[in-house]
């Protein structure tokens, strides 16, 4: 699986920006597609996931600032953040996980490169 996230630049608090992270690769075994954020000294953590239902799920921090979509045709997942804070710096990156179960699933997270966004006061 490969994932490669686009998107992400210089904004002003208060702003929008959308981040876009396509997909390729062997996707039969996927559990969830997700969005994970890195700030400078800090762990990776979760923005939001969609499940391979379709069900978004959204971290108690983001919810109601970004919503998490995907173009299935398009092979694209989607995160639109909402009202930009400088708080918001971060790496953002794009996160594919496996089910576990099943022939040939087992279980793997697979990462993009990560997407830079920087919020400027």
């Not at 919810?63 to 918001?88: C, H, K, M």
């Not at 794009?94 to 576990?100: A, E, I, K």
Request: net charge negative.
């Amino acid at each position: 699986v490969q994932l490669v996230e686009s998107g992400g630049g210089l904004v002003q608090a208060g702003g929008s920006l959308r981040l876009s992270c396509v997909v390729s690769g062997n996707t039969k075994c996927i559990d969830a597609l997700g969005w994970y954020r890195q700030a400078p000294g800090k762990g990776r953590e979760l923005v939001a996931d969609i499940s391979s239902g379709g069900i978004p799920r959204y971290a108690d921090a983001w919810e109601g600032r970004v919503t998490i979509s995907r173009d299935n045709a398009e092979n694209t997942l989607y995160l639109q953040i909402f009202s930009l804070e400088p708080e918001d710096t971060a790496v953002y990156y794009c996160n594919f996980r496996d089910r576990g179960y099943g022939s040939g699933c087992h279980g793997a997270n697979y990462w993009g490169q990560g997407t830079q966004v920087t919020v400027s006061s």
